[in-house]
Every structure is written in C-alpha cells, then in structure tokens.
C-alpha cells in the first residue's frame, strides 16, 4: 500500500466510485464521488471514507405496471479492490467489532490519486450479526443502522489511526451518518479522561476540525435514535457525554444536531437551501456551497471530443466553459445527435423500444420519492394528448427507484407506468429499470430537455440537471435549489412556475402545460438554431459554474482552512509535483 499524507478526510455513508460499484443510493453518493474525482483532479490532500456495502443498495425489477421489487446487489470487492492489511476496532453493546478496510483509488486527469477506504467488519471473528453491518445501504432497522453509522464514524476515525492519518486539519461530514466521528476525536482529545468531563474548550478543539454538509429539508433525511437504543449501543459514558454536550436532549439523538453541534463550518447544498436550513437550525450559523458536478465524469464521450478540439483546458480548469459560447452551432448539434443517438440504441437494447431520433425527447430520472412528483407531467393526459397531435411529437425517458421502504414513492413509479400505458399510441414511453450512474450518464446527455418537478422548498440542490447543462440540454425545472441560481429563462432553459411557493399545484401544472405547447414544442421543431444556442448557453453558463472543481474550492478555501494554515496542504501537493506522483 501507497501511503498518502492527507490533510481531509471526507466521510459519506455512500460514494459513487464506479457505475458498476453498488456502494451508493443516489445523488448523495453521486455528489461524494464527483467532489472526490475532482480532489485527484486538482491535487487535494484528500481521502474518502466509506462502507463497503457488500449487497449494495438494490438491484430494482419492475413489473409491466410498474411494482418495484428488490434483490441484493451482489459483487466481489476482492475482484476490484485491494485490500488493506491494517484492523481497527469498535465497542458495540460490549462486543469488540473487528473492522477492516478495502482501498479504492481514485485517479485525477493529471495522475494525482486520492485513496477511499471502505470499511468492512465482514471478518470470522466478528459474531455472524455484526459481520453483515457493511452489506447493506440503507437496510435495516434502527438498531442496524445505528450500528452502522458507529462503523462509520468511530470505526472510521479508529482507522484511519491504523492507517497512519493522525493529524489531519479537517473531517467533512457528507449529511449525518458519520456524526459520531466528533465523539470519537473527542476521546482521543481527552486522552483517557470520561467523556462526561469533556470541557467547551476541548469540544471547541474538536469543532474547530470539522466540517458538516446538510443535503435535505425533509425531516426522513435526518436520522433520529431513541435515548434507549443509544444507550444500549454506544454504553454509558458515550451516551453521557452526548448528553453532556447537549446531543441527546428529550428522548432521541438526532445525528444532524449532533454534526451540527460538532462542526465549525456548516453549509447547505445550494443559496435557498442555506436560507431553509437557517430556519430549520436557527441557532446555527449555516452557510451554503451550490453543489455541482464532475465534468470528466458527466460529459459524454461526444461533447468531451467536442470541448478536446475547442477548449482543450476544460479538463484542468471548468471554467473554460465559458469559452463554449464560441463553439458552432453546428458542431453542438452534431455532438447532441451523437449522444442521442447512443441513448436511443441503448435504449432499445434494455427495453425493446425503438425511439424516433428526430423527436422531441425529455428526460426526467430521479429517486421515487413522493415530493419529487415524477407523475407531474402526467397530470393532464389529454393535454399532453393534444400537445403532441397538434404541436410536435413528443417521448419521455423515465428512471428511478424507490427506497424499498418508500411506498409513497413505489406508487410514484405505478402512477407513472399508468399514464405511459395510457399514452403509449400517442406518446411512446419508457421508464429505464435499475437506474444507476451509466443510464444517468446516457439520459442526461441523450434527452433534448431535462425534466425537473420537486415540490418547494424541498430539492435542497439535485445535480441531474447540471449534468444536462454540460451537455448542452436545458432545463425545464420547478424553481428549487440549484435551477433558482442556474435558470435564465429562454437561455438555460425554462422555469415551471414563479420562484414564489404557490399556494396550490394547480398553478405549477398550469404553467408546464403552457410553455411545453407554446414555447418549448414550436421552438424544438421551428428554430433549430435556437435550440442549438440555448445548448451552447446552457454550457457556457452553467456548465463553466455547476461543477464540482468550483464546489470544492469553495470547500477549501471557505471551510475546510477557515482561520487554519493551508501550508502542509500546500506542501502536500508540492511534493507529489515533484515527485511526478502528480
């Protein structure tokens, strides 16, 4: 094993490595993913933290009416990862939990790597029940998952002891779930005292090395443990000291007060969501870093030949996005056809459906959740009906699960299935089963519009957009979280509804349908040159902005060395350069 000096480690429940890796859900793991590619791309003394998620998250089948059902998601990690010889361990309800560490290494575009450890209790000395805490995301009970997030957070900074990262400048938690990493440096500050006797000036020590990203408004997001169920995991001079420190108050730990109480920077995920999380933690100071993408991940092996000929930096520095507005039109489409063209086929391979190239084709693939509304669109058949007969033909390409848990997004997919059975001699359709990175990759790049219907104030950011944008698809987006900062109407795309929340959905629905059958239809099949411009503005504008290289200088220079010297992470860097390591 390579050693690497890191000066942050970044923890997220689920990391999106590779598209046939089922170690991540969704945006969430997307998001981890991409601001790690784009460490190794800018050089960042970084390191990622994880679970192994031996039986993923699911493998999604559904049926001719759209019932969701799951099987695991199985795969050799022995097959694709190396394994590391170093072993922590963990206490949970008096039995010491063995962990071990698998590496995946990420590689920047210049050669630079950043290690991700994912943690693994799988180990034959392990009682059978704690050998499964790493097989799955987002599985379980309180107790499993609470067990879990112990793994992630205690066992996470136990290991990267044994690994050699001892003194690093920042811990980012990605959402709550590695929460309990503060407890855990907590007690290597204490340094064998009780917890319980923690003082604010040891607790400030800790704050001041941690940094916490909230991502949703809705309350499922943020997960909650009974007092009881804490006590009987963590014992009692953990559960003490949370409630020594103001962490466990009334009868539940919730594990975003905790991050938030531990954490010196805190931030929302897009300048909405930083004003909605204010209100929801008042007593916090809570800034927001707008998420974005990575652009050598998400650009499509069409638009990325397209930007090697034209804006050869774009690799190095995303800014060079701005530079597509000098790109032709011509050659915009021409990548488009290409891009669509793969989608299309594919496609056809998966489902059986052969789609028409030169119609009117949206896009709308996100996770089944109820507030998503993926049904919207549907709510007027014979509109959409009309739309189509009388103003231009139109496709629609779904994707998305539903946690297996989620019976209000489980119904979203059925809703949507119905209203494809019913539209399919007028409106031929598909929902893509299994949705995962490669079918987002080929959707987001493949549609001619980007679909987006989530009900306010609820889509702290969402990126499926974003990676639209750097292929030059436009929005057609309800005006929540990142489409607030990245809509400019008629240039990026197209608002459904006023920025204002509406007091009925009625006027959202109402607005859809006017500018699908007024606006955007007429312009797709009348002015194609227009339709070529909005692609290279959606490139230029929000391309050269919604990325992950900007998002994470922001998390350098904002949080991550706040009132610290950047210098050993500047010297990190320095090494590797002459090293050749980068």
Same mark, same amino acid.
């Given at each position: 094993?390579?050693?690497?000096?890191?000066?942050?480690?970044?923890?997220?429940?689920?990391?999106?490595?590779?598209?046939?890796?089922?170690?991540?859900?969704?945006?969430?793991?997307?998001?981890?993913?991409?601001?790690?590619?784009?460490?190794?791309?800018?050089?960042?003394?970084?390191?990622?933290?994880?679970?192994?998620?031996?039986?993923?998250?699911?493998?999604?089948?559904?049926?001719a009416?759209?019932?969701q059902?799951?099987?695991?998601?199985?795969?050799?990690?022995?097959?694709?990862?190396?394994?590391?010889?170093?072993?922590?361990?963990?206490?949970?309800?008096?039995?010491?939990?063995?962990?071990?560490a698998?590496?995946?290494?990420?590689?920047?575009?210049?050669?630079?790597?950043?290690?991700?450890?994912?943690?693994?209790?799988?180990?034959?000395?392990?009682?059978?029940?704690?050998?499964?805490?790493?097989?799955?995301?987002?599985?379980?009970?309180?107790?499993y998952?609470?067990?879990?997030?112990?793994?992630?957070?205690?066992? @996470?900074?136990?290991?990267?002891?044994?690994?050699?990262?001892?003194?690093?400048?920042?811990?980012?938690?990605?959402?709550?779930?590695? *929460?309990?990493?503060?407890?855990?440096?907590?007690e290597?500050?204490?340094?064998?005292?009780?917890?319980?006797?923690?003082?604010? =000036?040891?607790?400030?020590?800790?704050?001041?090395?941690?940094?916490?990203?909230?991502?949703?408004?809705?309350?499922?997001?943020?997960?909650?443990?009974s007092?009881?169920?804490?006590?009987?995991?963590?014992?009692?001079?953990?559960? *003490?000291?949370?409630?020594?420190?103001?962490?466990?108050?009334?009868?539940?730990?919730?594990?975003?007060?905790?991050?938030?109480?531990?954490?010196?920077?805190?931030?929302?995920?897009?300048?909405?969501?930083?004003?909605?999380?204010? @209100?929801?933690?008042?007593?916090?100071?809570?800034?927001?870093?707008?998420?974005?993408?990575?652009?050598?991940?998400? *650009?499509?092996?069409?638009?990325? =030949?397209?930007?090697?000929?034209?804006?050869?930096?774009?690799?190095?520095?995303?800014?060079?996005?701005?530079?597509?507005?000098?790109?032709?039109?011509?050659?915009?489409?021409?990548?488009?056809?290409?891009?669509?063209?793969?989608?299309?086929?594919?496609?056809a /391979?998966?489902?059986?459906?052969?789609?028409?190239a030169?119609?009117?084709?949206?896009?709308?693939?996100? /996770?089944?959740?109820?507030?998503?509304?993926?049904?919207?669109?549907f709510?007027?058949? =014979? /509109?959409?009906?009309?739309?189509?007969?009388?103003?231009?033909?139109?496709?629609?390409?779904?994707?998305?699960?539903?946690?297996?848990?989620?019976?209000?997004?489980?119904?979203?997919?059925?809703?949507?299935?119905?209203?494809?059975?019913?539209?399919?001699?007028?409106?031929?359709?598909?929902?893509?089963?299994?949705?995962?990175?490669?079918?987002?990759?080929?959707?987001?790049?493949?549609v001619?519009?980007?679909?987006?219907?989530?009900?306010?104030?609820?889509?702290?950011?969402?990126?499926?957009?974003?990676?639209a944008?750097?292929?030059?698809?436009?929005?057609?987006?309800?005006?929540?979280?990142?489409?607030?900062?990245?809509?400019?109407?008629?240039?990026?795309?197209?608002?459904?509804?006023?920025?204002?929340?509406?007091?009925?959905?009625?006027?959202?629905?109402?607005?859809?349908?006017?500018?699908?059958?007024?606006?955007?239809?007429?312009?797709?099949?009348?002015?194609?040159?227009?339709?070529?411009?909005?692609?290279?503005?959606?490139?230029?504008?929000?391309?050269?902005?919604?990325?992950?290289?900007?998002?994470?200088?922001?998390?350098?220079?904002?949080?991550?060395?706040?009132?610290?010297?950047?210098?050993?992470?500047?010297?990190?860097?320095?090494?590797?350069?002459?090293?050749?390591?980068?």
């Amino acid at each position: 094993m390579n050693f690497h000096p890191i000066g942050a480690a970044y923890f997220s429940m689920e990391i999106a490595l590779e598209a046939s890796l089922p170690t991540y859900a969704g945006g969430l793991g997307i998001l981890a993913g991409d601001t790690l590619r784009s460490a190794a791309d800018m050089g960042l003394p970084m390191a990622g933290v994880t679970l192994l998620h031996r039986k993923g998250y699911f493998e999604q089948h559904l049926d001719a009416r759209g019932n969701q059902s799951e099987t695991p998601s199985i795969w050799g990690p022995e097959k694709v990862l190396q394994p590391l010889d170093a072993r922590s361990s963990i206490v949970i309800e008096g039995h010491t939990i063995a962990i071990r560490a698998w590496q995946y290494t990420v590689r920047g575009y210049s050669g630079h790597t950043v290690p991700v450890y994912l943690l693994d209790t799988a180990l034959p000395e392990n009682p059978p029940f704690f050998q499964t805490l790493t097989d799955h995301l987002y599985g379980g009970d309180d107790y499993y998952r609470l067990c879990q997030e112990v793994v992630l957070g205690i066992g @996470g900074i136990a290991m990267l002891r044994q690994l050699g990262h001892h003194h690093l400048m920042t811990y980012h938690m990605n959402e709550g779930h590695a *929460a309990l990493l503060a407890l855990a440096l907590l007690e290597e500050h204490v340094a064998g005292r009780s917890l319980a006797e923690s003082s604010e =000036e040891e607790i400030a020590f800790v704050r001041r090395k941690c940094v916490f990203t909230t991502h949703t408004p809705v309350p499922a997001g943020h997960d909650q443990f009974s007092n009881g169920l804490v006590r009987r995991i963590l014992g009692d001079e953990r559960t *003490a000291a949370l409630q020594r420190t103001g962490c466990l108050g009334g009868k539940v730990l919730n594990m975003t007060d905790l991050a938030l109480r531990f954490s010196h920077y805190i931030n929302g995920v897009a300048m909405q969501h930083g004003e909605v999380s204010r @209100g929801m933690f008042p007593e916090y100071s809570i800034r927001a870093i707008t998420n974005g993408v990575h652009a050598g991940t998400w *650009a499509s092996p069409p638009f990325q =030949e397209l930007y090697d000929r034209h804006i050869p930096e774009w690799r190095r520095d995303n800014l060079y996005f701005r530079y597509a507005i000098g790109i032709p039109l011509k050659e915009i489409r021409d990548a488009h056809v290409l891009a669509k063209t793969a989608l299309i086929a594919e496609v056809a /391979r998966a489902t059986g459906v052969q789609l028409d190239a030169n119609v009117l084709t949206l896009g709308f693939a996100r /996770r089944a959740t109820a507030y998503k509304r993926a049904d919207l669109l549907f709510s007027d058949l =014979e /509109r959409l009906r009309s739309i189509a007969r009388n103003v231009g033909p139109l496709r629609i390409i779904y994707g998305g699960k539903a946690h297996p848990r989620d019976e209000a997004g489980k119904e979203q997919i059925r809703h949507v299935f119905a209203a494809m059975a019913a539209l399919k001699d007028t409106i031929p359709s598909v929902y893509v089963e299994n949705y995962d990175m490669r079918w987002a990759s080929l959707i987001t790049s493949g549609v001619d519009l980007w679909i987006n219907t989530p009900e306010r104030p609820h889509e702290a950011s969402g990126t499926s957009g974003m990676k639209a944008a750097l292929n030059g698809v436009p929005s057609f987006s309800v005006p929540d979280g990142w489409w607030l900062e990245g809509h400019v109407e008629g240039a990026t795309g197209w608002d459904i509804g006023r920025e204002e929340i509406p007091e009925t959905e009625a006027d959202e629905i109402a607005a859809l349908y006017h500018k699908l059958e007024k606006i955007i239809v007429p312009l797709f099949y009348g002015r194609p040159d227009a339709c070529a411009e909005m692609m290279r503005l959606s490139i230029a504008l929000n391309g050269s902005f919604f990325n992950t290289q900007r998002m994470l200088s922001q998390y350098v220079l904002d949080a991550y060395f706040e009132g610290k010297s950047a210098m050993p992470v500047e010297h990190a860097v320095i090494e590797r350069r002459r090293s050749g390591a980068a």
